[in-house]
């Protein structure tokens, strides 16, 4: 599989660019996977890519955009889980793009 | 693509899917494949339950540690069932009986059911899928 030098690290990432081996991830990846994705990162960005890290570390799997935007909804509150807020984020697919940049597997259901 | 679920042909028939699972988590990989796809089935908004029954009762046993066998240990992912809107899950009596586990031993909450009830349920089903 490609690797990409990232911040001075070789990093090992699939054929659709997700990173491979998630302990590897830290911030500077998180750039440059939003430079990939064309996604300018804010603090609004951020919250979603950690919750989705959290959500990851929970349950072992990056979820699909419907079960996400539910969760986000519990946590952060309806006005932000909704399919607006998250498409205005990440305009090719929430799931999609915040999982890559926060490092994780493509969504399973994600096809 | 990840926006699968926004589209709805508005056909509307929802048919009742029961997913089997009879072998234990690691050594094959249908445990894992079987929970692939019943996440993706989740998406489809059919009614879909879940059975553990034989060596399948190990999968949703607390405590795993895969570590040793060097595979991702994905029991933590049947917790997040609820959230993919599946909450039907059936484990057989008889098969935690056989293994001295009881529900207590298990990751999520289950429905524990006996031999003929088990049988009803899988009478009731469309599509029955065995992993």
């Known amino acids: ?111 | 693509m990840s926006d699968m679920d926004e589209m709805d042909d508005g056909s509307g028939i929802v048919k009742k899917f029961m997913f089997l699972n009879r072998k234990a988590p690691h050594g094959t990989v249908y445990a894992l494949e079987g929970l692939e796809v019943v996440l993706i089935t989740a998406a489809f908004d059919q009614d879909v339950s879940m059975v553990f029954t034989d060596d399948g009762v190990f999968q949703l046993m607390k405590g795993i540690d895969s570590k040793g066998i060097e595979v991702k240990d994905f029991s933590k992912t049947y917790r997040a069932l609820e959230g993919y809107d599946i909450e039907k899950l059936y484990v057989d009596q008889a098969s935690l009986d056989a293994r001295g586990l009881t529900e207590d031993d298990l990751i999520v909450d289950v429905t524990v059911l006996s031999v003929p009830e088990m049988a009803n349920l899988m009478a009731e089903q469309d599509v029955v899928i065995s992993f």
């Open chain 1, 1 to 111: 599989m490609p690797m990409v030098n990232i911040a001075g690290k070789e990093v090992e990432v699939d054929e659709e660019g997700y990173l491979v081996d998630l302990s590897q991830w830290n911030e500077d990846i998180a750039k440059y996977m939003a430079v990939e994705e064309k996604v300018d990162l804010t603090d609004s960005h951020w919250e979603v890519v950690n919750f989705l890290r959290e959500y990851y570390a929970e349950y072992q799997i990056a979820p699909a955009v419907r079960v996400l935007t539910k969760a986000i909804g519990k946590k952060l509150g309806p006005e932000k889980g909704n399919n607006k807020y998250l498409y205005e984020l990440f305009p090719y697919g929430p799931a999609k793009q915040a999982c890559k940049i926060a490092g994780l597997p493509k969504p399973t259901g994600c096809i």
